[in-house]
């Protein structure tokens, strides 16, 4: 098993910015795909950002523009760094990712996980 760790979150006043992080609590091989989600009360997750094993990305409209996702593989995280936040953007995040499992050897093994979620809010 393998444990997506999310850190970065907290409170900010409209305009700020904030970085979250994701990444995976033991040693893998690599992560093959990241993205990261939002969830406000009563409505549905949704994708807010996406990140290929080849470095193209895909942004919700609503925070084009404003959100970067990127990832360092070195280190096995993925990143959203997050700029002009404003008030509708007050979500739980939750890191999504394809992580390729080394531990048991060849083949590896590629299993999606969900972060913890982390609370994102954003005062006007």
């Known amino acids: 098993q393998v444990q997506l760790v999310e850190s970065g979150g907290g409170s900010v006043q409209a305009g700020g910015s904030l970085r979250l992080s994701c990444s995976a609590s033991r040693s893998i091989f690599s992560i093959n795909y990241g993205g990261w989600y939002r969830q406000a009360p009563g409505k549905e997750r949704e994708m807010v950002a996406r990140?290929?094993?080849?470095?193209?990305?895909a942004y919700a409209n609503s925070v084009k523009g404003r959100f970067t996702i990127s990832r360092d593989n070195a280190k096995n995280t993925v990143y959203l760094q997050m700029n002009s936040l404003k008030p509708e953007d007050t979500a739980v995040y939750y890191c999504?990712?394809?992580?390729?499992?080394?531990?048991?050897?060849?083949?590896?093994?590629?299993?999606?996980?969900w972060g913890q979620g982390t609370q994102v809010t954003v005062s006007s």
């Open positions: 990140i290929t094993s080849g470095g193209t990305t």
């Open positions: 999504n990712a394809e992580v390729s499992d080394s531990s048991a050897g060849y083949p590896y093994t590629n299993v999606n996980y």
